[in-house]
């Protein structure tokens, strides 16, 4: 298995950027594909974004060209750059790690991030 360890979160004016990174240890990360999701309070969780093991990304339409999934296989990370935040991005963020190979999936324990004025 993997285990995930997200930070980069906090508080942030309307219009600020916040990166948010995800260190997986305990597996292969490169047999992973990577995910950012989000749940605010009294809703499911939503994907925001993936990425798979050779670089392919998929977005939300509510985050398409304000936000940045990446990842750097050598450092076992994955991470997400969010630009011109709005107040409607305010969430628990998670990473999630699947495993292409057995189909397993993963969970860190969230980070919290807060947009308001």
């Known amino acids: 298995q993997v285990q995930l360890v997200e930070s980069g979160g906090g508080w942030v004016q309307p219009g600020g950027s916040l990166r948010l990174s995800c260190a997986a240890s305990?597996?292969?990360?490169?047999?992973?594909?990577m995910g950012w999701y989000r749940q605010a309070p009294g809703t499911e969780r939503d994907l925001v974004a993936t990425?798979?093991?050779?670089?392919?990304?998929k977005y939300a339409d509510s985050v398409k060209g304000r936000f940045t999934i990446s990842r750097d296989n050598a450092k076992n990370t994955a991470y997400l750059q969010m630009i011109t935040l709005q107040p409607e991005d305010t969430a628990v963020y998670l990473c999630?790690?699947?495993?292409?190979?057995?189909?397993?999936?993963?969970w860190g324990q969230g980070t919290q991030v807060t947009v308001s004025s």
């Open positions: 990425i798979t093991p050779v670089g392919n990304t």
């Open positions: 999630g790690a699947r495993d292409v190979i057995r189909g397993y999936t993963y």
């Open positions: 305990g597996s292969i990360f490169r047999h992973y594909e």
